[in-house]
Nanobody, 122 residues
Framework: QVQLVESGGGLVQAGGSLRLSCAAS????????MGWFRQAPGKEREFVVT????????MYADSVKDRFTISTDIAKNTVYLQMNRLKFEDTAAYYC???????????????WGQGTQVTVSS
């Protein structure tokens, strides 16, 4: 089993920045592909970014490319999502996820965190 716990969400003005953290634990957790997804009220869960422990092999949604950056700290078993130049439409609950051999499809990720809320004021 893999456990994922997100933190770092909050209220921020448009144009500001936040860094989300995902603390991961469990057997062979660093062998999983990691991803960030988000879900706004009344909307479908949306792919944000996927990546691998140790960096590289990243893929970003067009809506966040050049603004968001995923990174990992293997020693701390933590994945980060740095969010810059935030927009009102970035407002959502953000979820960390882990899976094997997956890409941008939410239904292909096996493990999920509880989510952390990001609210961007306009």
């Amino acid at each position: 089993q893999v456990q994922l716990v997100e933190s770092g969400g909050g209220l921020v003005q448009a144009g500001g920045s936040l860094r989300l953290s995902c603390a991961a634990s469990g057997r062979r957790v660093t062998s999983y592909t990691m991803g960030w997804f988000r879900q706004a009220p009344g909307k479908e869960r949306e792919f944000v970014v996927t990546g691998r422990w140790g960096g590289g092999s990243t893929m970003y949604a067009d809506s966040v490319k050049d603004r968001f950056t995923i990174s990992t700290d293997i020693a701390k078993n933590t994945v980060y999502l740095q969010m810059n130049r935030l927009k009102f439409e970035d407002t959502a609950a953000y979820y960390c996820a882990a899976g094997r051999g997956v890409d941008s499809r939410a239904d292909e990720y096996e493990y999920w965190g509880q989510g952390t809320q990001v609210t961007v004021s306009s």
